[in-house]
């Protein structure tokens, strides 16, 4: 069995994750490690298996590894990018053993207001924030990226509903296309809280957040969600995607299941 490791794994990174400046006021996480997994298995294809791994010190993001393995005959191939995450006071930068490098400039609620992305390949994306306020809380409500000082993209996320009974709306857009979401709430019997540590897969993996992923989920864009459940709709056309959740006695999240438009089970692990 032969494996090709194309970049390093995040135990290389470990001594870049540090607590340096764990005196900046920043959101807290309760967990020590948080480990996404998925298996993909099309039909007439080979099995690709996906984690996404985030470690935290002291309840702050330290770094995030995300692996890719796949096999072609008796060869076994595993792809790992790991980013690095460190701090100062009032910035945090995060670095991926690719080169790329992300700088989050912080506000007095631990953040981000600007971010500059320079990737390895040459580009340099810019970044505005901006937050709903909830007492000392900050949910993302706007984030925009900029390519040579032109906007490029949009997200934008509406009030957070105060039932599941009320819709979501959030707006996509990239270049010149724009596109409304309208997302509905879990359902409360579904969970034993209606908040999740973790952000709506759905929304992590919309463009331009899914480039933050490591600050979002380290909560350098505030706060997480309500969970999302149900349908997320494109301009009002019910049944776009559906999900479905499962939870663990402890009414902790267990799986995200994509129903529709294709199957897809995302399994969640939370470490203590």
């Known amino acids: 069995m032969k494996q090709l490791l194309l970049t390093s794994a995040c135990v290389l990174l470990w001594s870049a994750c540090s607590d340096e400046g764990a005196d900046t006021v920043r959101p807290h996480t309760d967990y020590q490690r948080i480990t996404l997994s998925e298996v993909i298995t099309p039909a007439d294809a080979q099995t690709v298996s996906w984690s996404q791994e985030f470690r935290f010190i002291n309840g702050q993001i330290a770094c995030s590894t995300t692996s890719q393995s796949f ?13 690095a ?41 810019a970044y505005r924030f901006s937050y709903i306020s909830s007492g000392s809380h900050r949910r993302l409500h706007e984030m925009e990226e900029y390519l040579a000082d032109t906007l490029f993209a949009r997200l934008t996320f509406g009030e957070l509903p105060t039932t599941t009974t009320d819709q979501w709306h959030l707006t996509q857009q990239v270049g010149q296309h724009s596109q409304t979401f309208v997302l509905t709430l879990v359902a409360p019997q579904q969970a034993a809280d209606s908040t999740s540590p973790v952000p709506p897969l759905f ?70």
């Open 71 to 83: 096999g072609t005959g008796d060869e076994q191939f595993t792809i790992t990018l790991s980013e």
């Open 85 to 125: 995450v460190t701090t100062t006071e009032g910035e945090v930068v995060v670095t991926d053993d690719e080169g790329t490098t992300t700088t989050y400039l912080l506000d007095d609620y631990g953040v981000a207001t600007e971010a500059i992305r320079r990737e390895a390949g040459g580009d340099t994306r």
């Open 203 to 272: 929304v992590s993996e919309l463009h331009p957040l899914t480039l933050h992923t490591t600050a979002l989920y380290g909560k350098l864009l505030g706060e997480v969600w309500l969970w999302v459940g149900g349908a997320a709709s494109i301009d009002g056309d019910a049944g776009q995607c559906a999900y479905s959740y499962t939870f663990t006695p402890e009414g902790q999240l267990a799986t995200c299941i994509q129903l529709t438009p294709q199957r897809r089970t995302v399994s969640y692990l939370f470490e203590w």
